[in-house]
């Protein structure tokens, strides 16, 4: 997919929904062959509006491909309460994986609840044995954001041996995964936050930028060179339409980018399934 200014090619869009649906196909044919019925939980608490949109797109998706998804809704709960339940799903073997949409309510552990989740059926990759795994580059369950943006990446050729990619943002669900996801494979990472200081010498140097903050026109293009590659992770919600962290100038100057909806987002919900698969697999001793 490209974006035209008049009859010139400017700038490949980097589509995530185009990408998906290709791996979709091939996971779909690998579900299909698995006779007993795949079914994950997902376990969500509060009223949280974003949430209940990712949840609709996970369970929609999970749908489209045979995996049975059980959702477990709260509007308010205890730490104990949710240990409790996910101590018994660890333990249910008609349960493939558990998801806890994030963020909970200020009143429950975070990390307690993730940390009971079997690592054998954690989906979302986020529990200390996957992100030790990760950490130590050993196989394992690779938290959806990180593992979408590098499908995305394999998926369109872009190489990231040996690339400079600067992400921007460092949070445990996105930018740090995704700095040691990016290091396994061999790119050289740096990984800035709110106190980075001089940020465009940081964003001028890379060959892709990542990034993942949540703030609209963070990156503007004096602060790019041309030919980057830009995966916009962001997603802002102004006057009912979504947009990324991404100012709409980089467009003509950068090579490729992620569009704003319609790249990260669908491949993060994708790895959602394709977890759910390694899971299964991991399960089954089949890996
Ligand atoms: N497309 C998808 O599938 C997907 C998935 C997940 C998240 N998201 C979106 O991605 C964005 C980030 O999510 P998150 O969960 O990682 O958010 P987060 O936990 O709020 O982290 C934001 C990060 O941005 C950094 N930051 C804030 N202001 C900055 C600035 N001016 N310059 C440089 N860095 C700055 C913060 O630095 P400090 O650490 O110093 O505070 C922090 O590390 C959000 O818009 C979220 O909705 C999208």
Redesign the pocket.
């Known amino acids: 997919m490209y974006n035209y200014i008049g009859d010139k090619i400017m700038t490949k869009l980097l589509s995530g929904i185009e990408c998906r649906n290709k791996l979709k196909e091939k996971l779909t044919k690998k579900i299909n062959k698995i006779k007993e019925k795949i079914t994950i939980t997902v376990i969500s608490v509060g009223n949280d509006e974003a949430s209940k949109i990712y949840i609709k797109n996970k369970i929609k998706e999970c749908q489209s491909v045979n995996i049975e998804c059980q959702h477990l809704h709260f509007e308010k709960t205890t730490t104990n309460e949710l240990i409790n339940l996910i101590t018994k799903l660890n333990k249910d073997k008609n349960i493939t994986g558990i998801l806890v949409q994030l963020p909970l309510p200020k009143n429950i552990e975070e990390n307690k609840v993730i940390n009971t989740i079997d690592y054998k059926k954690d989906i979302d990759g986020l529990t200390k044995s996957n992100i030790a795994k990760l950490y130590s580059n050993q196989k394992g369950i690779i938290p959806c954001?990180a593992k979408g943006i590098i499908d995305l990446l394999e998926y369109n050729k872009i190489e990231i041996e040996g690339k400079n990619i600067t992400i921007?943002?460092?949070?445990n669900?996105?930018?740090k995964p995704l700095t040691l996801a990016l290091l396994n494979k061999n790119a050289t990472v740096t990984t800035?936050?709110?106190?980075?200081k001089d940020?465009k010498k940081h964003t001028k140097k890379a060959d892709i930028i990542i990034v993942?903050?949540?703030?609209p026109n963070?990156i503007k293009k004096e602060m790019i060179s041309k030919n980057s590659i830009i995966i916009d992770?962001?997603?802002?919600r102004i006057n009912g339409k979504i947009s990324g962290d991404i100012d709409k100038s980089v467009y003509k100057k950068c090579k490729a980018i992620t569009p704003v909806p319609g790249g990260?987002?669908p491949m993060?919900v994708y790895e959602v399934l394709s977890n759910t698969l390694e899971c299964y697999e991991l399960q089954k001793n089949k890996k």
Do not use: E, F, W, Y
């Open positions: 954001t921007i943002g460092r949070s669900l996105v930018g800035c936050h709110s106190k980075t940020l993942a903050v949540g703030k963070l992770v962001g997603i802002n990260v987002g993060t």
